[in-house]
């Protein structure tokens, strides 16, 4: 019979974690009431936010659409019902490929340092780290599951049933995921499918419009597959459990890694940092295939590092296919709007909008990359000015691209395509300043004295730098959301977004000025 660690008189994996807490608790100064704040605050925001979406969802069973049609005429026939299955569908999906990039199953850094080495349990001692995220999938897919049976109109069980099929399978996803922890090409076929169904949710909204499939209703009978789903669940949690000490220490350090990663740029306000985080692959890149980029011997001696840069721009968007996929699947989310049978000026604009901003991001990784490690930009004989003139070639190119697509599905629904596409042609450069400035856009300054808000501490002027950026989008935008509005383009739209595109691209360019410290 094996001798277990309890047995020699050494401490669990539990009584670790109780010390470890009540050591904690000691040293700290912060009251019982901040616990009891900090629960409370994290039950209402997830109450809020099931009720938002439980609200939406019943808004478009009642109408049965999205609004009022403003457009000439009606849409191929998108059913609103599809407006809530697919987001959900794509909920699951985005928290499941964040889930494999996270862990499931990971040790922080001081947690990794001081217990692993201990000669405990490690069963007892994970347990509570292998309960966050399928919690975490219980609450995401019971919200999704009951969202879809309340837009369809279901009674009160048919609503229980889907809520407790929709938690039963993204609690299971979750726990697939760490039961392939161990197994990395299993692992990452779990992401890559999650990252592939995320990406089909858009195209598969197209082709449900174009050949008018009607959305399924879920019946009564949908509560018998609900329990069985939670059985199983629970089972595959139990068999997970049992083989929590068999996951090694590497694995459990390299996914905390990723973990306080993602977690230091949220609390610093950092869009750019997360990116980075999830973007870590465990896996040794293969080599891209080299290029002998002749052509820059043809460039004039004195334009060569300005074709150096643009070239580096364009030859890192080429040889990342997430963004290239990025910037083509945006461009479905103006189509689905635009092809439901009830369109509103509201969902177009809104699916225009995210959708520009979204495409335009995929395009500006080279400034997003040289801000955090400013080495091709400091190496060029080139001003802080000319090197972000120079940034904003491959986003303005790939916008107009993106806008050329964009506004001839707009004028196939309003009419005047020539005016669509002229509008779209000069809001391209305002897409690419927004991103570009955002890129480059300072850190929260968290050294000095903090504002206590409902979301914690945040430093001041910490909301005006995550603006800086989405604002010259949010104003540069205006002309399309007043074309949209009217639905036409007359002269003076064009003329106001011309303007706005030559400011934002002088916003942009101008270098942020920085004072020295014996002057502030």
């Excluded at 809001?427 to 570009?436: F, L």
């Amino acid at each position: 019979m094996a001798t277990t660690v309890t047995e020699v008189g050494l401490p669990s994996g539990r009584a670790i974690r109780r010390w470890t807490r009540r050591r904690g608790r000691a040293r700290s100064d912060a009251p019982l009431s901040e616990f009891f704040g900090d629960v409370y605050t994290g039950v209402f925001a997830v109450v809020m936010a099931t009720s938002i979406v439980i609200s939406l969802s019943s808004d478009v069973a009642r109408q049965g659409g999205t609004g009022p049609a403003t457009l000439p005429g009606p849409g191929p026939g998108l059913q609103a019902e599809w407006l809530v299955m697919l987001p959900a569908l794509a909920a699951v999906a985005a928290f499941t490929g964040v889930v494999v990039r996270l862990g499931p199953l990971a040790l922080s850094g001081p947690e990794g340092v001081w217990w692993l080495p201990l000669a405990v349990e490690r069963r007892t001692l994970l347990r509570p780290m292998a309960a966050r995220w399928p919690a975490v999938g219980a609450v995401l897919g019971g919200v999704a599951g009951a969202a879809v049976a309340v837009a369809t109109g279901s009674p009160a069980i048919v609503i229980v049933g889907s809520a407790l099929l929709g938690a039963a399978f993204t609690v299971g996803l979750v726990i697939a995921a760490g039961m392939t922890q161990r197994a990395p090409a299993t692992h990452r076929a779990i992401r890559v499918s999650a990252d592939l169904t995320l990406a089909a949710v858009p195209v598969t909204g197209l082709a449900v419009a174009l050949a008018g499939v009607p959305a399924p209703a879920p019946g009564p009978g949908l509560v018998t597959p609900a329990v069985v789903a939670a059985a199983v669940a629970v089972a595959l949690a139990a068999r997970w459990e049992r083989g929590l000490d068999a996951v090694p220490g590497a694995h459990l350090r390299a996914r905390g890694v990723v973990a306080d990663e993602a977690l230091v740029a949220v609390l610093s306000l950092d869009p750019r940092g997360l990116g980075r985080a999830l973007a870590v692959r465990e896996e040794r890149s293969g080599r891209a295939r080299s290029s002998s980029m002749s052509w820059l011997a043809r460039v004039p001696r004195r334009a060569r590092p300005a074709a150096a840069l643009v070239t580096a721009d364009a030859l890192l968007l080429m040889r990342t296919p997430r963004h290239i996929a990025q910037v083509i699947l945006s461009a479905t989310l103006p189509g689905l709007a635009l092809l439901a049978a009830k369109p509103s000026t509201v969902a177009v604009s809104a699916t225009v909008l995210i959708g520009a901003y979204v495409a335009a991001l995929a395009a500006a990784d080279g400034a997003r990359q040289a801000h955090m490690s400013p080495v091709l930009d400091s190496a060029l004989p080139l001003s802080h000015s000319a090197v972000r003139l120079l940034r904003l070639v491959a986003p303005t190119v790939v916008m107009t691209g993106w806008m050329s697509a964009v506004t001839v599905m707009v004028g196939w629904r309003h009419g005047d395509l020539a005016g669509w596409v002229l509008l779209g042609l000069a809001s391209a450069p305002v897409w690419a300043a927004a991103v570009v400035r955002a890129a480059y856009r300072p850190l929260p300054d968290f050294t000095g004295p903090q504002i206590d808000t409902p979301l914690g501490p945040l430093p001041p002027g910490g909301s005006a730098a995550m603006m800086q950026g989405p604002d010259v989008a949010l104003v540069g935008a205006s002309p399309w959301v007043v074309a949209l509005l009217i639905g036409a383009v007359p002269p003076f739209v064009l003329v106001l977004q011309a303007v706005l595109a030559a400011a934002a691209i002088a916003l942009t360019a101008r270098p942020r000025r920085t004072v020295p410290p014996g002057r502030r």
